[in-house]
């Protein structure tokens, strides 16, 4: 009997989601004033349900629903892991929404679909359902970013990432329709020995050609330059929490999805895309950087060096193999904790002190919240890939998988942007840790207060993780090594 319902969970989780959300949908029409408690506890504790449940299932590879869903140690593992960061956000969403003046429920429930949308994607074995699963994940957080209705560049930010996002759907389904032309099938397992047995046939090269498109398409929504424009006006216009959110789980959504993309239906022709990858990452990484480094207000800052990064995480699967793909499922963990950190950080600093845009507004709260200074400064550090912080180690497994591929120009050119990431890093730190100014903490803010002690804890608890990590990182390279090993080898 519960071999039988162990067997059938890797079709469950989505189902439970959506249905807790539309019920918590109906529920919350009638009773909008306590269903905000019940909406975060369910789906955190439905969340954390969900992967004790797949921690139990059977890993094998299974095919659901006419072969449309695929369930391997991959899916699984990067479920857990979606689902794991996504309670951490939803709650800190949860938190701080109230305080700016955002209090209908239906933002939980939306970030929620946001969630569902992601995981469909994760478990996709068909190009369909990869579709739905990432429009239904993006089309949440178009709505996110234009939450604030009274806040006309949160609008017209939200206008623009919605524009930007059609763009990318249209090249992916493009993609999608070139593939199945020229191929016959959207099914990805078919697609795997496919391309593994015509990839030289010249009949099939517009599969290739689309191919290019559906990648594309994926690196609008990453974002990898010269497909970011929409990144820095969403950054600096949404809402704090909204863009927590945002800098967190779309990310692991797209890179997990692209990953799987890579290693399973086009890992026949990975000659093909490896020198696009490369040529994206160098070119997001310098360009990244370097309009980082020029930016005076915050989060636009964040959004130059998120491209960076997002560059610098693209030379793992560019390398292709075992390593160069654990690299990259480690560089994404490393930098969701890092994120989730720091922007709960900034959100408690800018509702406890003053409001937060240009960097130099981070001057005196060192010295009016020290603690959770030091715990900021600890993860900007981190960021900058300073010895010993976490970050440092998550650049290092990156640029020793390019090493061993010997691609030199790469790692110089990765050394050199991780050097001038490091100068606009230590630049919010000069005016965070040394810049005078005498501030006042509202101690009446807000902020529900239990609520902020609940994220200063996982704050806490998040950098805790990150160094336990770096201690003792068997399990983390364990965890990265299989993940890789189960979609390379299936």
């Known amino acids: 009997m519960l071999g ?87 709650f800190c969403l949860f938190s701080f929404l109230g305080a700016y003046n955002i209090k209908q429920f239906e933002w939980l429930i939306i970030a929620t679909f946001s969630v569902i949308g992601g995981s469909v994607a994760l478990s996709s074995n068909h190009f369909l359902t990869l579709f ?34 059609a763009i990318s759907t249209a090249f992916m389904l493009f993609g999608m329709s070139l593939i199945y032309g ?44 010269p497909f970011h424009t929409w990144a820095p006006d969403v950054y600096q216009a949404a809402p704090l929490p909204i863009v927590l959110f945002i800098v967190t789980i779309p990310k692991i959504i797209t890179v997990f999805s692209l990953l799987h993309l890579l290693t399973y239906p086009f890992y026949g022709i990975f000659t093909y895309w490896r020198y696009l990858f490369v040529g ?6 310098v360009w990244g950087s370097l309009a980082a480094l020029r930016q005076q207000n915050l989060r636009r800052m964040f959004a130059y060096s998120s ?60 010295q009016s919240m020290p603690m959770l200074g030091s715990l900021f400064c600890l993860f900007i550090l981190s960021f900058a ?13 990156v640029l020793e998988s390019v090493i061993t591929r010997s691609a030199y120009f790469m790692g110089i050119v990765a050394v050199i942007t991780t050097v001038i990431s490091a100068a606009y890093y230590l630049n919010v730190l000069k005016f965070f840790v040394l810049s005078q100014s005498v501030l006042k903490v509202n101690r009446v803010n807000q902020v529900n207060s239990l609520r902020k002690y609940v994220v200063k804890t996982i704050v806490a608890f998040i950098f805790l993780i990150l160094c336990l990590m770096v201690i003792f990182p068997f399990r983390l390279l364990e965890l990265a090594r299989s993940m890789a090993v189960s979609i390379l080898f299936q």
Request: charged residues 10%; glycine residues 8%; aromatic residues 14%.
């Open 385 to 397: 890939g300073i010895p010993p912080m976490p970050g440092f180690f998550a650049k290092i497994y």
């Open 307 to 366: 491209v960076s990064d997002m560059g610098f995480l693209l030379m793992g699967p560019a390398m292709g193999g075992e390593f160069g793909l654990s690299s990259a499922i480690i560089y994404i963990i490393f930098y969701a904790l890092n994120m989730l950190g720091v922007f709960s950080l900034l959100i408690i600093f800018e509702r406890s002190i003053k409001p937060i845009n240009d960097i130099k507004d981070l001057s005196g709260i060192m």
């Open 280 to 285: 994206l990452a160098i070119l997001s990484m």
């Open 4 to 90: 039988n319902i162990l067997k059938s969970i890797p079709a469950i989780p989505e189902f439970i989601l959506s249905v807790s959300a539309l019920i918590s949908l109906v529920i919350g029409t009638f009773k909008q004033k306590k269903i905000e408690r019940l909406t975060i506890g369910a789906t955190i504790l439905g969340l954390g349900f969900l992967c004790v449940l797949l921690l139990l299932s059977d890993k094998s590879e299974q095919f659901f629903w006419n072969g449309l869903f695929i369930h391997m140690p991959f899916c699984v593992c990067s479920k857990i892991i979606l689902y794991s960061v996504s309670a951490v956000a939803l």
């Open 182 to 225: 020229f191929t016959g099938t959207n099914f990805f397992n078919t697609l795997f020995y496919f391309f593994g047995t015509y990839v030289n046939d010249f009949e099939h090269a517009g599969a290739i050609v689309g191919m290019f498109f559906v990648l594309i398409g994926l690196c609008f929504k990453l974002p990898v330059a």
């Open 132 to 165: 739905i699963g990432l429009e239904m994940s993006h089309l949440s957080q178009y709505l996110l970013v234009a939450a604030d209705r009274d806040n006309q560049q949160s609008s017209e930010a939200a206008v623009k990432f919605f524009t930007i996002g």
